[in-house]
């Protein structure tokens, strides 16, 4: 019989003797090139950090091999960061290279620390979700792979964060990235009567649509769906499987960008959408890769050194933002919804 | 099943980014469901839509959350993921393995599941990705046998998680690691039987930095802070500006207070203390000069969630600082939460995160009810209109 | 009527700042009403409450607007209070007057009011502050008379006003006397007879200083701009620096996009012509050196409104530029405004103002309707949440 | 027979004979000294422009007394501003001192250009409206005789715009403004039946209230508040005389600060609330002129040359901005209206 609550690991048997020894006692760290980080103790004890790039949804065989290379370099420790990438803890100077090398033979990155573009947090998609617009895995491999160059050095203008969730319920909390990519629909929900009669509560599916688009449809004893008043949150699809919201044809993925979280410097701030949609075009999403590398691309020319996304769109203004990507502005980047008010420029001065 | 060919995903398996697919096809060398996966993600690429229903309610015994109940929407084409359910395994603070404790997860799930594994979600759990009903309750048994315990899911507290922190990271205004541990600990039951109006996440990040996004992606962030002055070595200083720092624009111009002064002749460095906002930018720069003050705890904010419903919201300032260094201080941090949720309870609908629930019924209903005192830190600023409610005792009768 | 005491406003005759008491006083020795209204102010003053009663529908033939109807709640004590009615009389544009035009109207106001005025209103109307009504009709006859005539009120357009413009400054980037004057008398009938779901006030600055605050106090505010740079004239620059100013930091330093560069040695003063937000600001610290651009005209923001009852509203740019000097430019105005009014009138509710109807049905809404294309100038930044509305024409069926 | 919808005067007859040669070729403007601003225009004409305050409600006699003024020194012809004051149009330079000593004799102070403060835009109050919670007139003359030293002089940071409205209609445009002075209600409105039932639409009654806080009685076919809903902004009682709101014992006057309009350096602001609630003490209102001047002068005291209420207190955050003034924070200063969350800091980066 299993033992209820007994809790998570106790993480201090999953800390290394280096870090044991030298917890708490940090003095500072250099980050001697790409992927790797120094952290010195008061000790004078050295730690180095060896980031690698992680596809997140491994199989045994990858984790079982992470593990032989954290035996064999790293006293057989080794932690994930806050956004998938592995880290392999060595405190011996002398088998940094050795472990960059075997990791190079067997094609994983190292990189991701400071200037550069880390591991995109992502989501399930068509792996194994019910409601995505989009793939998150391929998405990312697509993104990842154009950018491979951005993660093995740190030449941007400060580091990069970028989040993909497959829908709007956003699980991979891409509200707050440099860059979002997050899956849409675009047509409202269609209903499925016989299902909604089966197991869905009327009044919680009509009070879950935000703006309202859902009343009761008494005579079928189902609902019925305002489409002018539907924007394709799937909210109601999350609550009643009978509200399908998947559409092949019309799903697809949106961009937004300039969130940020850390308090350095400037506040967090939201990211903003800057392409309502691109189509979905597996297995390698060109449209998306593409206006991806414009963005970084268009960042790493034009922002200040250690200028996070978002605060160098908002030194220059979105207005130039637009103009510099070259992307379009249209009404579909305007907000519509509950907070749009904070949005709307009171004031007359602004660039051309 | 007869073999298939995967043209689409093949191509995913080219390019220098490590390859999922790759991943899927290794497992499914063991494992029949995974080898379904891999066909049934094909067809999805094909047809550009995903195949999976929604999920039943699915667990194990005494619990009422930790697994994610997934079924595909062709059984009879893909038999093996007619049930595909997703387990949470609540991960060691900070994401620290021995790889002992690695390759028994990995044992477990060789001989219970589909071998294919997030690590982690984003949440913060590692997860056991695609098994069938009858196979739950066997997987929590081993698992637990062996230490391990399950994660959130559904309405209940989530896996809380954590920075680094004092494990490697010289910021760390408060031991992380400590009180995630503590804290979740202390909440087994919240977090394995949901009860609440909707999910509750805790990420603790040991500074400003923010490392776990906690102020975007929990409904409470415990972030390190402190309260007296950030300390400066100036023997550290000079040596910056030997190696050719320029600590005028890189540190000072960027302070957003203008607090941090440098004075180029005599190469010393102050702080303005009480224009400090404790951003993080100066130490960062100067990580062997500045380091946070010596009086450490947290600021504690409420309310963030992503999209749905109501729009994203990011957690606000409830409490400016609070000491986290002792037992007794996590119990202040456990009383004041366990107000927060008892509120939330009666006040809070279905579905709705308790930062809308303030945002419905108003902060000053809030702060009232959970005894929390009104300072100017939890504002940006004050309203801009004057639509006060005033409280019966405060007007003449 | 007895002789009473006014302890209270005698109170307010002192000071150094002219008093209003003492203007009550004065129409006191020539009016009942006014004496009466100085009596009904003290018992205010001692109450501390006023003593009006909500107006009823008074007027005069053809028009809706222009009177408000006020009666006293004290009818028997203060009788010639017992009516006691508002005319607004719309005032030229700049609140310019020659002495004749304000003498006539103290003639007629004299002849058949209480003597007491506002000059002005804070909508910008010449206030003729009480009278009875059957004084209404031959109020309205008599200014019309002499070339007056009133302005709004209700649910109409309200009389639009502007600042000195041309008349005395140089910064002014159009005509803005002309422009209120040329639109206020095309939109008479929309000004006398209400026939909105609510007022509608218009605002015309001639820069962004915005000295008639038209942003927060109107639906629709003129405010001038370029399009071209800003002009530079080098040698009063020189001068400028002859006399001791800071330059850098007054004017570089403050600008807020940093497109102002000074070089020091050279003493010559540039502009980054793309960075230029056209704020005004340098152009405000050395008005002898630095101009508008020779390309003018003015951008057009609405929605501007005060709290009631969705909270205050600023007005939001829906045009980043417009000429504003022909009268086809005034034309072009014009038809927008009209397009607009529509589009209002058919989707607005009683008692919403237009930034409120906007707000509650979406820019994109209210754009496409009334033609004017989306433009990031219109935003302060994007939406931060997905929620697009796909028209059906762009989607796939 | 009234001539109707003739318009306004025109106003090119109202103009001096200087400006109407100048017109539109003003070049450059100095402020020699308080309330006298000196236009010159590209001809070399010089236009004299003597700002003096007015209370505003004004008879019959301060108009001709004017009149005179201007006949004698301007050529017959005066402006009044935005504000409120009357402008003297003086084309003759000569004539400037000999005008200020004239206006000195009548005691009218000559002031309200640049660094100072001008006269308070204003409304109705207990001389002329129904729906008041203060005084307008009053108030102003208290806070203006209090502040006179400012209105004559050009020492202040920067030019300080304040504003009353006395009651939440908000007639004197508070809303943006350095000061604002705003009368307020703190009782839900008590229903007079009757009047209800007399003359009321009651589902427009209704629906003008913005919290939800009014029902429909149909027992008295009247209506019923909930007062814990009612926030008193009196709307009700605009659209229903039977709503009656004003309330002798806890009417009163809340402060807002930091507003501003010109898009000079920083965006149009909103004023925000940092009093919530000061007593009607007529007939000097010492509670709201002590605050008020305690406001102006520690900006005074701390803020930059040139930098305006709000631009001070956004430069050195709200939370000092009540330090420094020793106001109390309240939760009452915590917004809870539909835009609140904008106002709420999402980071943790702050000042103690
Ligand atoms: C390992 C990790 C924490 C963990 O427990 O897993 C971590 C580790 C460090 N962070 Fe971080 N951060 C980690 C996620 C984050 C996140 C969250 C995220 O990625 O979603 C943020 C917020 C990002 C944002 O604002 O959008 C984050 C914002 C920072 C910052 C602030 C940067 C800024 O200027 O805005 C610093 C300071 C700096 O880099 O100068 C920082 C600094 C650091 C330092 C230097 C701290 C230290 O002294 O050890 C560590 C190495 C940084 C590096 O990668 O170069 N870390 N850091 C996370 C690595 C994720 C990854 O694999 O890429
Ligand atoms: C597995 C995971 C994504 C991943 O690939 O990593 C995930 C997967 C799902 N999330 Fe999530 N969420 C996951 C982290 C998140 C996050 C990110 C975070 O925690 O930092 C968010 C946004 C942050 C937040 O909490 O606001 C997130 C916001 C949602 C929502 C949005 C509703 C809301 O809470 O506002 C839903 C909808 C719901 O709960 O009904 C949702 C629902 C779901 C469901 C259960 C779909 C459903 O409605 O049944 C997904 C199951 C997918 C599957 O079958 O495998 N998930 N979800 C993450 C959890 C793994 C873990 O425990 O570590
Ligand atoms: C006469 C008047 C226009 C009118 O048609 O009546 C006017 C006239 C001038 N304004 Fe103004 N402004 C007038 C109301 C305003 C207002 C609106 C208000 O008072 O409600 C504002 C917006 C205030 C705000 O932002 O809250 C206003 C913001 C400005 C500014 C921007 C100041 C800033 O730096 O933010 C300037 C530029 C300056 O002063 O450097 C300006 C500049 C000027 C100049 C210098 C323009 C010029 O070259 O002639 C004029 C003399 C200013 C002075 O008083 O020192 N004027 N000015 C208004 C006088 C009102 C009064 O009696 O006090
Ligand atoms: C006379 C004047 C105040 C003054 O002393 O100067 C005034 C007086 C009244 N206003 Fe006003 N408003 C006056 C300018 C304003 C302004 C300021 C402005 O125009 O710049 C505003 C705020 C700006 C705005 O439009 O948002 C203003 C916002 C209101 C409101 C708020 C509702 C709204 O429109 O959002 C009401 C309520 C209503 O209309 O039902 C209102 C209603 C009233 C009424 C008619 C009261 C009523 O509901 O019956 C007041 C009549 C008082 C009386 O008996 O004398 N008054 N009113 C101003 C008009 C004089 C003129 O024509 O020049
Ligand atoms: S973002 Fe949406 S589709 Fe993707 S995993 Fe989360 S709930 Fe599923
Ligand atoms: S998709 Fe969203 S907006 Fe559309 S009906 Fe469902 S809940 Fe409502
Ligand atoms: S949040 Fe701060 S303490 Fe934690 S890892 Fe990041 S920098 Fe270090
Ligand atoms: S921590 Fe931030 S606010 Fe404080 S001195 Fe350093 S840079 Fe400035
Ligand atoms: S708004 Fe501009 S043009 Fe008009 S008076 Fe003010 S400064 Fe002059
Ligand atoms: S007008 Fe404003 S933005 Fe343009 S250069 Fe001058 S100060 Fe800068
Ligand atoms: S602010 Fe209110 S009380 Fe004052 S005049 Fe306007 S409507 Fe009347
Ligand atoms: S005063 Fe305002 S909130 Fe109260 S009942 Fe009336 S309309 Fe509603």
């Known amino acids: 019989m299993a033992i209820l609550d007994q809790g998570p690991l106790n993480y201090k048997e999953q800390l290394p003797p280096i870090i044991k020894e030298n917890y708490g006692k940090w003095r500072y760290h250099e980050n001697p090139k790409p992927g790797v980080l120094k952290h010195v103790s008061e000790s004078g004890a050295e730690l180095y950090s060896i980031r690698v790039g992680s596809p997140r949804l491994v199989s045994l065989d990858f984790i079982r091999e992470i593990c032989e290379l954290a035996d064999e370099y790293c006293d057989g420790y080794l932690r994930f960061t806050a956004r998938h990438n592995v880290e392999f803890l060595v405190s011996d100077a002398a088998k940094v290279e050795p472990l960059i090398a075997a990791l190079g033979a067997k094609g994983l990155p190292v990189g991701g620390t400071g200037a550069s573009i880390s591991n995109i947090v992502h989501t399930q998609g068509w792996v194994h979700c019910h409601t995505p617009a989009t793939d998150a895995s391929g998405v990312v491999k697509a993104v990842m792979d154009d950018l491979y160059e951005y993660f093995v050095s740190m030449k941007l203008p400060a580091q990069m964060k970028m989040s993909l969730a497959c829908c709007l319920n956003m699980c991979g909390a891409a509200h707050c990235s440099d860059i979002a990519i997050v899956g849409v629909h675009r047509t409202p929900p269609r209903i499925d009567h016989d299902k909604i009669r089966k197991g869905t509560e009327i009044p919680s599916l009509v009070a879950s649509c935000p703006t309202g688009a859902i009343r009761p449809n008494p005579k079928e004893k189902s609902v019925v769906v305002n489409d002018a008043k539907c924007m394709y949150c799937g909210n109601c699809y999350t609550m009643a499987p009978g509200m399908e919201i998947i559409d092949p044809e019309n799903d697809g993925i949106a961009i937004l960008v300039g969130g940020k979280v850390a308090n350095a410097r400037t506040n967090p701030m939201f990211s903003r959408m800057v392409i309502p949609f691109l189509p979905n075009n597996p297995p390698r999403w060109p449209e998306v890769t593409e206006a991806v590398r414009n963005i970084v691309e268009t960042w790493a020319a034009h922002a200040h050194k250690g200028e996070k996304m978002g605060e160098w769109i908002e030194r220059i203004g979105w207005e130039r933002f637009f103009t510099l990507t070259g992307i379009e502005f249209t009404d579909k980047l305007i907000d519509d919804f509950i907070f749009s008010r904070e949005t709307f420029r009171t004031s007359a001065a602004f660039k051309y | ?397």
Not at chain 2, 169 to 177: N, Q, V, W
Not at chain 2, 261 to 280: D, G, P, W, Y
Not at chain 2, 314 to 323: E, R, T
């Open chain 2, 1 to 397: 099943m007869a073999e298939k060919r995967t043209p689409q995903l093949d191509e995913l398996e080219k390019g220098q980014w490590p390859s999922f697919v790759t991943e899927i096809k290794k497992a499914a060398v063991k494992n029949e469901a995974s080898k379904e996966l891999l066909h049934l993600l094909e067809r999805s690429y094909e047809e550009k839509r995903g195949h999976w229903k929604h999920g039943g309610i699915v667990g194990v015994k005494g619990y009422g959350g930790g697994v994610i109940g997934r079924y595909t929407d062709l059984p009879e084409e893909y038999p093996n993921l007619a049930a595909f359910h997703t387990v949470r395994i609540n991960s060691p603070s900070g994401w620290f393995y021995n790889t002992k404790s690695l390759r028994t997860i990995c044992d477990i799930w060789e001989k219970r599941g589909s071998g294919l594994m997030n690590f982690h979600g984003a949440t913060g759990d590692a997860i056991l990705l695609g098994t069938t009903t009858d196979q739950l309750q066997p997987i929590f048994d081993d698992l637990s046998e062996e230490g391990f315990d399950l994660g959130g899911s559904g309405s209940d507290l989530r896996s809380p998680s954590c920075c680094v922190g004092p494990g490697r990271c010289e910021h760390a205004c408060y031991d992380t690691l400590e009180a995630c541990y503590n804290i979740t600990n202390q909440y087994q039951d919240e977090l394995h039987r949901p009860m609440w109006p909707y999910k509750f996440k805790i990420k603790f990040s040991g500074c400003a930095n923010d490392c776990t996004a906690s102020i975007a992606r929990s409904d409470c962030a415990v972030i390190g802070t402190w309260r007296d002055t950030l300390t400066i070595d100036q023997e550290a200083v000079k040596a910056y500006v030997a190696e050719g720092l320029n600590i005028q624009a890189v540190v000072c111009d960027r302070c957003p207070t203008k607090a941090m002064k440098f004075n180029a002749e005599t190469q010393e460095l102050s702080v303005i203390a009480e224009e400090c906002t404790r951003c993080m930018h100066c130490i960062n720069r100067m990580p062997k000069a500045i380091a946070p003050g010596k009086e450490r705890g947290a600021t504690i904010l409420l309310g963030g969630k992503s999209t749905i419903v109501q729009s994203a919201f990011m957690g606000w300032v409830i409490v400016p600082f609070m000491k986290m260094e002792a037992e007794s201080d996590f119990q202040e941090f456990k009383d004041m939460i366990e107000r927060i949720w008892e509120w939330w309870d009666e006040n809070g609908k279905t579905r709705e995160r308790i930062g809308e629930t303030i945002y419905r019924l108003g902060m000053t209903n809030f702060l009232t009810s959970v005894g929390l005192p009104a300072v100017p830190q939890m504002v940006y600023r004050p309203r801009a209109n004057p639509y006060v409610f005033w409280p019966e005792d405060e007007i003449k009768k």
